[in-house]
T-cell receptor, first 114, second 114 residues
Framework: DTGVSQDPRHKITKRGQNVTFRCDPISEHNRLYWYRQTLGQGPEFLTYFQNEAQLEKSRLLSDRFSAERPKGSFSTLEIQRTEQGDSAMYLC????????????FGSGTRLTVV | AQSVTQLGSHVSVSEGALVLLRCNYSSSVPPYLFWYVQYPNQGLQLLLKYTTGATLVKGINGFEAEFKKSETSFHLTKPSAHMSDAAEYFCAVTFTGGGNKLTFGTGTQLKVEL
């Protein structure tokens, strides 16, 4: 297992376009998390899944954002009608259920909205 | 609600000198505390964690941290800095039953000079 994979690594898009990111977690991990990190800040929680169920969403996740994990394996995060304020690093992480031992993070997808 | 405060957004040390990165937390329930390191354009890597038990925890790359409940602190130290330690460091907190959602501090950029 090579860890948590995110694709693409970088994405430049024009304002108003839709973008989709993918995350492949460690195979035996049933929890998957999305975080957003803007310049000079720590990561901020967006949402998390246990298997295919989305259990919590942050108020940061506006109606333009949607996340799925259809088969309890990989996950996608879609942003519709992107805005310049969406420019950030989007980080995915996975863990075992009830793991208090920390996540394994992917390398992130850096989104630039121009 | 939980929060994390990292004092000093930038810390500079000489190679071979002591590294001390400060973290204070606020939590109404017993916390679990973490330190992560982030290299440029990469995801976060777990350095060490405190869950229960021994309050002095040792991590990778020679780092250690001490949980001090009376001071609500979890400072990160390393006796002798190496050039490869230059990175951004994040302190994070969660608690059991919290879905393992991490709340991060704003980070401390460590610079190591010759």
């Amino acid at each position: 297992d090579t860890g948590v994979s995110q694709d693409p690594r970088h994405k430049i898009t024009k304002r108003g376009q839709n973008v989709t990111f993918r995350c492949d977690p460690i195979s035996e991990h049933n929890r998957l998390y999305w975080y957003r990190q803007t310049l000079g800040q720590g990561p901020e929680f967006l949402t998390y899944f246990q298997n295919e169920a989305q259990l919590e969403k942050s108020r940061l996740l506006s109606d333009r954002f949607s996340a799925e994990r259809p088969k309890g394996s990989f996950s996608t995060l879609e942003i519709q009608r992107t805005e310049q304020g969406d420019s950030a690093m989007y980080l995915c992480a996975s863990s075992l259920q009830d793991s208090i031992y920390g996540y394994t993070f992917g390398s992130g997808t850096r989104l630039t909205v121009v | 609600a939980q929060s994390v405060t990292q004092l000093g957004s930038h810390v500079s040390v000489s190679e071979g000198a002591l590294v001390l990165l400060r973290c204070n937390y606020s939590s109404s329930v017993p916390p679990y505390l973490f330190w992560y390191v982030q290299y440029p354009n990469q995801g976060l890597q777990l350095l060490l964690k405190y869950t229960t038990g021994a309050t002095l925890v040792k991590g990778i790359n020679g780092f250690e941290a001490e949980f001090k409940k009376s001071e609500t602190s979890f400072h990160l130290t390393k006796p002798s800095a190496h050039m490869s330690d230059a990175a951004e460091y994040f302190c994070a907190v969660t608690f059991t039953g919290g879905g393992n959602k991490l709340t991060f501090g704003t980070g401390t950029q460590l610079k190591v000079e010759l």
